[in-house]
């Protein structure tokens, strides 16, 4: 919901019911008054947001986790990620950003450092696979038509696709069209091909790599540290896992890919090809083209 569409919509009521004299007196002070217009659904109130969706608007849930990052990023580097970058694809579309699920499925040590780092605070599959199911199908009771759901963590993929599905298969004589997406398959060739030591890049190793430090560094530069030269190198790949998670912290920071590439323009260049896709997307299956 962008200023100008708030301002659009209910200017265009007014001017139906008072002659222009009135309609310019009191527009004015419904401008002066009128609170800054927000893409947070936690910033509107219920007749805002009710009115939003009974338009069809769309509505944008981030999935993140409170996860470890390495020294340089903060624990709650994938749900900062994907809600900003929610509220950036919601500016395009004039779509509004549900409250965050700021914890995802548990960190796995060859995808996210393990569950043995301070701060890791993971759930199991099972659990946010129904935290999704019911925060989607109260979103559609609530009247959303049009859902996106975003996730920043890797792992969480398949858990938030069987909460999805639960909530469109049960329960709902119309149900809700809801889109999942990751951020990461949308940036571009010639954005990758930016991040020289990642050309082939393994998105299930990119933790606190080159990808996540960049758009951090975009996204929220206050909250990024300076990048070691320890960051510049990241430990082998086990092509197994094995349980139980070992109990004491790696050897290593955190970082399963190296970050030493990172930029603040990288990370723009990469919002601007999710940001540019995934409206893209919600316009074509969303049916707004
Ligand atoms: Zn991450």
């Known amino acids: 919901m962008r200023a100008d569409a708030v301002v659009g919509g209910r200017t265009s009521r007014v001017l139906t019911v008072l002659g222009p004299?009135?309609?310019k007196a009191r527009f004015i002070r419904y401008i002066m008054t009128m609170p800054q217009a927000s893409v947070?659904?936690?910033?509107?109130t219920w007749g805002e947001y009710g009115e939003h969706v009974d338009a069809?608007?769309?509505?944008?849930?981030?999935v993140g986790s409170?996860?470890?990052?390495?020294?340089?990023?903060?624990?709650?580097?994938?749900?900062?990620?994907?809600t900003r970058l929610a509220e950036l694809v919601a500016t395009d579309l004039g779509a509004v950003v549900a409250p965050a699920l700021g914890y995802g499925f548990r960190s796995q040590p060859e995808t996210g450092g393990g569950?043995?780092?301070?701060g890791s605070t993971g759930i199991s599959g099972a659990t946010l696979a129904m935290l999704v199911c019911d925060v989607v199908m109260s979103l559609a009771a609530g009247g959303a038509t049009r859902i996106i759901v975003l996730n920043g963590h890797y792992e969480n993929a398949s858990f938030i696709v069987d909460g999805v599905e639960r909530a469109v298969d049960v329960g709902h004589r119309t149900p809700p069209r809801v889109l999942v997406?990751?951020?990461?398959?949308?940036?571009?060739?010639?954005t990758l091909a930016r991040m020289s030591s990642n050309r082939n890049i393994d998105w299930s190793r990119e933790h606190a790599g080159v990808a996540e430090t960049s758009l951090l560094a975009a996204l929220c530069p206050e909250l990024v540290r300076p990048v070691t030269e320890r960051a510049r190198v990241a430990p082998a790949p086990k092509p197994?896992?094995?349980?139980?998670?070992?109990?004491?912290?790696?050897?290593?920071?955190?970082?399963?890919a190296p970050a030493?590439?990172?930029?603040a323009e990288l990370g723009q260049a990469m919002i601007e090809d999710v940001v540019t896709g995934l409206a893209r997307a919600a316009r074509v299956e969303f049916g707004m083209e």
């Open 115 to 118: 569950e043995a780092f301070p």
């Open 66 to 82: 409170t996860e470890q990052h390495g020294h340089h990023l903060p624990l709650a580097t994938d749900t900062l990620i994907a």
């Open 181 to 190: 997406a990751r951020w990461a398959p949308f940036v571009g060739p010639q």
């Open 56 to 62: 069809g608007g769309i509505v944008i849930l981030p």
């Open 240 to 256: 197994y896992q094995a349980f139980p998670q070992p109990s004491t912290r790696p050897a290593h920071d955190g970082l399963l």
């Open 40 to 44: 947070r659904v936690t910033e509107l």
């Open 21 to 23: 004299l009135e309609l």
């Open 260 to 263: 030493g590439d990172a930029s």
